[in-house]
């Protein structure tokens, strides 16, 4: 029943990528905004394909973690109503969490700079995930289980969620009035796909904006009469955008950095700290861009 209902998600999903998907790629090509490539597309694909193939290959490991601690789970919902509601919303906080830090640490966001890598900004950019998150993501999501919520519900609401966050990777939505201040919507999304310094590790909420209002990582989107207009990609684009280094090129530059001839005690903020981190500011932390650019119009 449960592989059935995860199954049914995703029957119902596929066909909504795909109708949604080709009607923005017309509309693109109507336009002449060239949201959409081949080459970038099929990178994105690509990306999602090894994803899903790490997801899967590691699935049962940690559906036997999260069984253990649901055996010894500290509560029990007797309200369906209440069950799904705290579910979701415990859900979307660890996920904000699990976010945030693959964002501030470098060596999590070696992993996440995958996302992060195109250019452009299209629903298809939403499947382009990062490759090696789910060997370390169920660990945010062990306290569910803990909380009384079965692993198969877990995987439901996670991969329901995934669908309004592969949904929100669009230009052609606007604001969103009052759900502007509950939700993540493309305008929030596109801020945190921006590589502009004031964007940078912002909106890190998958389905609820009130995270990044709570703890101090909100930005909304600007008209570009008072900011810049939007850039996307990283700050410091890609050389080479094979398979191999689209994946590892950051794993390849914290082993650069570890055997340079850097001090041995900042070694350890090569790796962990944030991404842009260095002990002589050669390179800048997404702070130290924003206090920069402060600087520069004061």
Not at 39 to 63: E, H, I, K, P, Q
Not at 99 to 111: G, I, K, P, Q
Not at 120 to 142: A, C, E, H, K
Request: with cysteine.
């Amino acid at each position: 029943m449960e592989s059935l209902r995860e199954q049914l998600l995703i029957l119902i999903s596929t066909p909504l990528y795909v109708v949604v998907i080709v009607a923005k790629m017309l509309l693109s090509h109507y336009r002449h905004t060239k949201s959409y490539t081949v080459r970038d597309t099929l990178t994105n694909l690509y990306l999602m394909l090894l994803n899903s193939g790490v997801d899967l290959a590691f699935r049962l490991v940690y559906l036997v973690i999260f069984q253990w601690f649901w055996v010894h789970r500290l509560f029990e919902f007797t309200t369906p109503f209440w069950y799904w509601f705290w579910l979701v919303v415990g859900m979307d906080f660890l996920y904000y969490w699990l976010h945030r830090v693959d964002h501030f640490s470098r060596f999590f966001w070696a992993v996440h700079v995958t996302h992060h890598s195109s250019e452009q900004y299209n629903l298809t950019v939403g499947f382009r995930s990062s490759v090696f998150q789910p060997l370390y993501r169920f660990i945010y999501f062990i306290p569910l289980c803990l909380a009384g919520f079965k692993s198969v519900d877990i995987l439901f609401v996670f991969a329901a969620t995934q669908i309004w966050g592969i949904l929100v990777h669009t230009e052609h939505v606007r604001k969103l009035g009052w759900l502007e201040y509950i939700l993540v919507t493309p305008s929030h999304h596109r801020v945190h796909h921006a590589s502009n310094p004031l964007y940078l590790d912002k909106n890190l909420g998958m389905f609820l904006i009130v995270w990044d209002k709570w703890f101090g990582t909100f930005q909304p989107e600007l008209p570009e009469t008072a900011y810049q207009p939007l850039r996307y990609g990283l700050t410091k684009p890609l050389e080479k955008r094979d398979p191999i280094n689209i994946v590892f090129h950051e794993w390849i530059n914290i082993f650069k950095d570890l055997f340079s001839k850097k001090p041995l005690r900042s070694k350890f903020w090569y790796v962990f700290g944030p991404p842009g981190w260095s002990h002589d500011g050669s390179t800048m932390t997404s702070e130290q861009m924003r206090e920069k650019e402060r600087q520069e119009k004061s």
